[in-house]
C-alpha cells in the first residue's frame, strides 16, 4: 500500500488526506478466524469511520480551510493533516500483516473473507446505513484505488481501532466541535432503525465512539419529563428541522406534572420535519 507515503510527498492537502483515510475502511474484510464476531467487528470498525466523518462534517474539512477556528495557524493544519496520515499508516501497517499472513500460511488453510452476503439481514442493514452516513460526508471522489485486504487475528483489528480512535481524539481536541458533533451524533442514532438496532450500535460503539454510544443509549432509553409548566411557547426533547430525511426512534416517552396555562402552547418529545413548531 505505497498511496499514504506517496500523499506524504505529494502534499496534497488535509481535505485528500481525509478522503483517503474515510476510503480505506472500505478496504478492511475480516478472515474466517472471526467467526460470527466479524459481524459486530465490522460494525466496530463503520463506528470509527463514522466518527472521523463525523468530524470532518462538523469543522467542514472541504470547504473551511481554517476547520472552524478563526485563528487557525499553519502548524495547527500541518498537525492534523499528521494524525490523519498516521491513520493511513496504520492501514498500511494491516494490509502488510495480512500479507505476511497469507505468505506464512499452511496449505489448505482457508484464507477468504466474509462478505456482506454473510452477515445477518439487519447488521447488513446497519452497515449499510453507516456507510451511507460516511459517503454523504465525504465530499470528494475516493482518492485511493486500492485492493481490499483480510485481518485474520482479533489482536490486529484491536491494535487498530485503539490506535485509530487515540489519533481521532487528538484530532477533536486539536479542532473541537463538541455541539455539531453532538447533534451529528443524535441524528446518526434517529436514523438506525428500532432498538434492537440501537442496541446493537450502542455495543459496538463501545471504546470507540463515545458520541454515538451516549446517542443511541439515550434513543432507546427516550425522553423523560417532570414538573414542566408552560405559560407561553415552550419546547422540550428533540426538534429537526423541516428538510429532515432520515427515520427517528426511541423509547416511549414519560410525562410527569406537566402543566400548560392559558395561552400556553408546549411541545414534549420528537418532531421531524414538517412546518416548524415555533411558525404558529
Not at 414534549?268 to 404558529?280: A, S, V
Amino acid at each position: 500500500m505505497a498511496e499514504p507515503f506517496g500523499i506524504v510527498s505529494g502534499a496534497i492537502g488535509i481535505a485528500s488526506v481525509f478522503t483517503a483515510c474515510v476510503d480505506c475502511f472500505e478496504y478492511v474484510q475480516f478472515g474466517r478466524h472471526f467467526g460470527r464476531d466479524f459481524q459486530t467487528s465490522q460494525l466496530a470498525l463503520d463506528c470509527a469511520r463514522l466518527r472521523l466523518t463525523r468530524w470532518g462534517e462538523s469543522v467542514d474539512i472541504y470547504h473551511d480551510p481554517n476547520l472552524g477556528q478563526p485563528h487557525t495557524s499553519a502548524k495547527e493544519i500541518q498537525l492534523a493533516e499528521n494524525l490523519l496520515l498516521q491513520i493511513l499508516a496504520l492501514f498500511a501497517d494491516t494490509e502488510s500483516i495480512s500479507q505476511k499472513y497469507q505468505a506464512k500460511a499452511k496449505a489448505g488453510e482457508d484464507l477468504t473473507a466474509y462478505v456482506p452476503g454473510d452477515m445477518d439481514p439487519k447488521l447488513v442493514a446497519l452497515d449499510n446505513k453507516m456507510k451511507s452516513f460516511a459517503i454523504q460526508r465525504q465530499k470528494k471522489a475516493p482518492f485511493l484505488k486500492l485492493t481490499s485486504w483480510a485481518l485474520y487475528h482479533k489482536s490486529t483489528l484491536e491494535n487498530l481501532l485503539e490506535k485509530i480512535v487515540s489519533f481521532l481524539y487528538e484530532i477533536e481536541k486539536l479542532f473541537p466541535a463538541p455541539r455539531a458533533q453532538t447533534a451529528l451524533a443524535q441524528q446518526e442514532a434517529a436514523a438506525m432503525g428500532d432498538q434492537q438496532s440501537l442496541k446493537l450500535i450502542e455495543d459496538a460503539a463501545t471504546g470507540v465512539d463515545s458520541l454515538l454510544q451516549d446517542a443511541a443509549r439515550r434513543a432507546i432509553a427516550g425522553h423523560q419529563y417532570s414538573n414542566i409548566t408552560f405559560a407561553g411557547t415552550g419546547l422540550a426533547g428533540d426538534t429537526y428541522g423541516s428538510d429532515w430525511k432520515n427515520g427517528a426512534i426511541g423509547a416511549a416517552h414519560k410525562y410527569d406534572g406537566i402543566k400548560v396555562e392559558e395561552g400556553g402552547k408546549g411541545l414534549l418529545g420528537n418532531k421531524y420535519g414538517g412546518k416548524d413548531f415555533f411558525d404558529d
